[in-house]
T-cell receptor
Framework: AQSVTQPDIHITVSEGASLELRCNYS??????LFWYVQSPGQGLQLLLK??????LVQGIKGFEAEFKRSQSSFNLRKPSVHWSDAAEYFC?????????????FGKGTHLIIQP | GAGVSQTPSNKVTEKGKYVELRCDPI?????LYWYRQSLGQGPEFLIY????????DSGLPNDRFFAVRPEGSVSTLKIQRTERGDSAVYLC?????????????FGPGTRLTVL
């Protein structure tokens, strides 16, 4: 069974600074990889996803993530954060093959933006 | 267009009671998922429907939990003999097609509180 680890429960970043949120996964092959964002009172919104091909994927709101097979990682990055980026971020994996299976989520990283 | 909707948004019940949570997926989406999100945790997969049938119910915690999707659209999650540990936000998601690569669109959730 697959699993996801997000090592940082909370991260505090100054507005305008760069951001990297860590995600490590466990899966027998290359899974489908996702990053979702959850703002207070909002539903989960997909930021970006990786299926195959180019290991650097671009998403919405200026986010990008890099898949590194050797490290089983899929870290999320943003060059300059905005106060509106404060939210909960979830990394998720989906199994390949078969069908549209449910996702396995990490426990999330709470991002705090300092003015 | 309309997104995934869930009703009610909040449900307070007493221990031992029966509850039903409803999910209206995006029109045309054949896959529907239920997740449970406890406080401070990521969403946890419960069950996945492809059309009217439950393709994977391996995440249901016990036989008090049951879900149906009789016409391949609206789904109802049913919890019998509720326990305090069932308190959580129940999320519904839908996606188009049968591939795990397809984006899952999430609803706002139903917050269930068992007193």
């Amino acid at each position: 069974a697959q699993s996801v680890t997000q090592p940082d429960i909370h991260i505090t970043v100054s507005e305008g600074a760069s951001l990297e949120l860590r995600c490590n996964y466990s899966y027998g092959a290359t899974p489908y990889l996702f990053w979702y964002v959850q703002s207070p009172g909002q539903g989960l919104q997909l930021l970006l996803k990786y299926f195959s091909g180019d290991t650097l994927v671009q998403g919405i709101k200026g986010f990008e993530a890099e898949f590194k097979r050797s490290q089983s990682s899929f870290n999320l990055r943003k060059p300059s954060v905005h106060w509106s980026d404060a939210a909960e971020y979830f990394c998720a994996v989906g199994a390949r093959g078969g069908g549209a299976d449910g996702l396995t989520f990490g426990k999330g990283t709470h991002l705090i933006i300092q003015p | 267009g309309a997104g995934v909707s869930q009703t009610p948004s909040n449900k307070v019940t007493e221990k031992g009671k029966y509850v039903e949570l409803r999910c209206d997926p995006i029109s045309g989406h054949t896959a529907l998922y239920w997740y449970r999100q406890s406080l401070g945790q990521g969403p946890e997969f419960l069950i996945y429907f492809q059309g009217t049938g439950a393709a994977d119910d391996s995440g249901l915690p016990n036989d008090r939990f049951f879900a149906v999707r009789p016409e391949g659209s609206v789904s109802t999650l049913k919890i019998q003999r509720t326990e305090r540990g069932d308190s959580a936000v129940y999320l519904c998601a839908s996606s188009f097609g049968t591939s795990g690569a397809n984006e899952q669109f999430f609803g706002p959730g139903t917050r269930l509180t068992v007193l």
